[in-house]
């Protein structure tokens, strides 16, 4: 019995900007994932990757085409908070918050007790080589170790979807694998892994890959 994709993207495109000034971030994607899948979006800066990855994740919406997540229900805003986790390329932790706090939050929001939150984020930290840095503020933390933060933030909550843009950008090898070893274990849960990376050697741990150039993709894995 086939499973159902966690994840549907059919005919989706998406523009910003209209006449002259538009810009075309993703040309007709479609594609589906399954749950135990992990796909690796590769391609060079500007190819659509980060934007492709955003409109799975129901954080922006296409112009046109469909995605939906038939795996967890119709539209990903109406979904418990944890179900969906993206780690952003950029800073993404709450400066107020210390380390161990930006980890529990999601499970807060999704109306975990304050005890589970606090276990599940000192697991999560654990898992990434981060216990000594708990009470932190993402000031006090080098690049390095706020990205792995959030990856610890993403996966403490246990997501059925995680999405990733490019989360092993600052980090050495060591960390990288740490995080990439990390990031896999999900797939084992049934959850399913879309991270985009310029890392051949990252990408070559997923089962999947999807190369993307000028917002279209290029290369359909034949697996899919």
Same mark, same amino acid.
């Given at each position: 019995?086939?499973?159902?994709?966690?994840?549907?993207?059919?005919?989706?495109?998406?523009?910003?900007?209209?006449?002259?000034?538009?810009?075309?971030?993703?040309?007709?994607?479609?594609?589906?994932?399954?749950?135990?899948?992990?796909?690796?979006?590769?391609?060079?800066?500007?190819?659509?990757?980060?934007?492709?990855?955003?409109?799975?994740?129901?954080?922006?919406?296409?112009?046109?085409?469909?995605?939906?997540?038939?795996?967890? %229900?119709?539209? /990903?805003? $109406?979904?418990? =908070?944890?179900?969906? +986790? &993206?780690?952003?390329? @950029?800073? #993404?932790?709450?400066?107020?918050?210390?380390?161990?706090?930006?980890?529990?939050?999601?499970?807060?929001?999704?109306? %975990?007790?304050? /005890?589970? $939150?606090?276990? =599940?984020?000192?697991? +999560? &930290?654990?898992?990434? @080589?981060? #216990?000594?840095?708990?009470?932190?503020?993402?000031?006090?933390?080098?690049?390095?170790?706020?990205?792995?933060?959030?990856?610890?933030? /993403?996966? $403490?909550?246990?997501?059925?979807?995680?999405?990733?843009?490019?989360?092993?950008?600052?980090?050495?090898?060591?960390?990288?694998?740490?995080?990439?070893?990390?990031?896999?274990?999900?797939?084992?849960?049934?959850?399913?892994?879309?991270?985009?990376?310029?890392?051949?050697?990252?990408?070559?741990?997923?089962?999947?890959?999807?190369?993307?150039?000028?917002?279209?993709?290029?290369?359909?894995?034949?697996?899919?």
């Amino acid at each position: 019995m086939t499973a159902v994709p966690i994840v549907v993207a059919e005919h989706v495109g998406r523009t910003y900007g209209q006449g002259r000034q538009a810009v075309v971030a993703v040309h007709d994607f479609s594609g589906a994932i399954e749950p135990g899948r992990s796909v690796a979006v590769v391609g060079p800066s500007g190819s659509g990757k980060s934007t492709l990855l955003h409109l799975l994740a129901g954080l922006d919406a296409p112009t046109v085409g469909r995605v939906s997540w038939p795996g967890l %229900g119709t539209s /990903a805003r $109406a979904l418990p =908070a944890g179900t969906i +986790a &993206l780690v952003f390329q @950029g800073p #993404s932790l709450l400066p107020a918050l210390d380390a161990r706090e930006n980890v529990a939050l999601p499970i807060l929001l999704a109306g %975990g007790r304050d /005890a589970d $939150a606090g276990r =599940a984020a000192d697991a +999560a &930290l654990a898992l990434l @080589g981060l #216990s000594g840095v708990g009470s932190a503020l993402p000031e006090e933390l080098s690049g390095g170790q706020a990205q792995r933060v959030a990856v610890a933030r /993403a996966l $403490a909550s246990g997501p059925r979807l995680l999405i990733a843009d490019e989360p092993t950008g600052q980090l050495d090898h060591a960390a990288a694998g740490l995080v990439i070893d990390a990031i896999l274990a999900v797939v084992d849960t049934g959850a399913a892994v879309v991270v985009s990376t310029h890392d051949a050697a990252v990408a070559a741990r997923f089962s999947s890959s999807w190369r993307m150039a000028d917002g279209a993709l290029y290369h359909e894995d034949p697996a899919w």
